[in-house]
């Protein structure tokens, strides 16, 4: 039996389709009922913005990939929910910069999310529109990451290191995709104006520092090593999953 999966597509977003499932961006309304916008999930939890379906969405994702990876804490279901987030908001907007010379305006009051979806992370944008790639970052780090950072860290104990690194390591892996398909498909253009947009991205706030300008190693990890058969990423700055501690020994008793 095959399985076919319809996507509502913007024709200007097609070509988006060929990089992979990180890089699709659906357009129109959600079928199937109202999804929460990206606004919405990063909004108090105690306001009237807050899903009816999801109630918080974040702490609903959260408590999802708890169960789907059987993290050991909250933290580490934080990290892999967030990196996986960034990973599809800088392959939309950077697939979309390279091969359509603009990038769609992520705007969070119209980017509806799945938060009970599987990876990648299922995306709307309600309405498209498109701004100028020198506004990579403003789409990006600061009307995305930033305000869904924020909203994390209100909810969990989790390093904004941490957060940012993961945001860094997905625009590298992103970068990394794109010169793949070039490599494949023959673009050295594609691959070369990948490099040349995502450079400037490190320089800006949360961003700088985050990898290793020689290796492209990340200075943070995202604690996926804690996963039960988890190990280490490709880039992460451990060459080997840290020991856990030692549990403290008892004191001696006294005679």
């Known amino acids: 039996m095959v399985l076919l999966l319809f996507v509502d597509l913007d024709p200007r977003l097609s070509a988006l389709d060929a990089l992979g499932g990180f890089f699709v961006l659906r357009t129109g309304v959600p079928p199937g009922g109202p999804l929460p916008t990206l606004a919405s999930a990063c909004a108090d939890p105690r306001s009237k913005t807050a899903s009816e379906v999801y109630g918080d969405p974040l702490t609903f994702r959260v408590q999802k990939v708890v169960q789907s ?94 957060l940012w690194g993961n945001a860094g390591s997905a625009l590298a892996g992103t970068v990394r995709q794109l010169e793949r398909w070039a490599l494949v498909h023959d673009r050295p253009d594609v691959a070369e104006r990948a490099g040349a947009l995502a450079g400037p991205l490190f320089a800006h706030p949360g961003l700088a520092g985050t990898l290793d300008p020689d290796t492209l190693r990340r200075r943070s990890c995202c604690l996926y090593y804690r996963v039960p058969g988890g190990g280490v990423c490709g880039d992460c700055c451990f060459e080997r999953p840290p020991r856990p501690p030692r549990p403290p020994r008892p004191a001696p008793r006294r005679t």
Do not use: K, T, Y
């Not at 990196?83 to 907007?93: E, M, P, T, V, Y």
């Not at 980017?111 to 990648?120: I, K, Y």
């Not at 309405?127 to 950072?149: I, K, N, Q, T, W």
């Open 69 to 162: 990876i059987r993290a050991p804490e909250a933290r580490v279901a934080v990290s892999v929910a967030q990196q996986g987030l960034a990973a599809r908001f800088w392959s939309i907007a950077l697939g979309a910069a390279v091969l359509c010379g603009q990038v769609p305006d992520l705007d969070p009051e119209l980017l509806h999310w799945d938060p009970d979806a599987g990876a990648p992370d299922d995306l709307w944008l309600r309405e498209v529109r498109f701004r100028p790639v020198s506004d990579l970052d403003a789409v990006v780090r600061a009307g995305l990451l930033l305000p869904l950072s924020a909203a994390l860290r209100a909810r969990h104990r989790v390093s904004p290191a941490l």
